[in-house]
């Protein structure tokens, strides 16, 4: 399976990107799809998941209310909507997929982490 990122760039603070991310190869195994964040000198943080058929999501406390993902299954297609960005929004954004992503709570199950897609930089001016 490989993931396609794209959708990130330069926004001001309030300002709202769209992250796609588009699965290919042997994708009945993609289960649920996710997106991680990691800012310069912090750790790696689950933004946001969602599961298989789309009936269950996770969301961090920090975009609650603020960030809204959804799938397309007939796509393979992970979208991830931002609005009222922040500067401390500002990282690399990777999608993630497979049968090991919990998608309540947004990690990997067993650290076994499936498939990752290439980052892609979002960065929020004050």
């Known amino acids: 399976v490989q993931l396609q990122a794209s959708g990130g760039g330069l926004v001001q603070a309030g300002g709202s990107l769209r992250l796609s991310c588009s699965a290919s190869?042997?994708?009945?195994?993609?289960?649920?799809m996710g997106w991680f964040r990691q800012a310069p000198g912090k750790e790696r943080e689950g933004v946001s998941c969602?599961?298989?058929?789309?009936?269950?999501?996770y969301y961090a406390d920090s975009v609650k209310g603020r960030f809204t993902i959804s799938r397309d299954n007939a796509k393979n297609t992970v979208y991830l909507q931002m609005n009222r960005l922040a500067p401390e929004d500002t990282a690399v954004y990777y999608c993630?997929?497979?049968?090991?992503?919990?998608?309540?709570?947004?990690?990997?199950?067993?650290?076994?982490?499936?498939?990752w897609g290439q980052g892609t930089q979002v960065t929020v001016s004050s």
């Open positions: 993630a997929a497979g049968p090991h992503l919990v998608p309540r709570g947004c990690f990997w199950y067993s650290d076994y982490e499936d498939y």
């Open positions: 190869g042997s994708t009945l195994d993609i289960a649920a």
């Open positions: 969602i599961s298989s058929g789309g009936g269950s999501s």
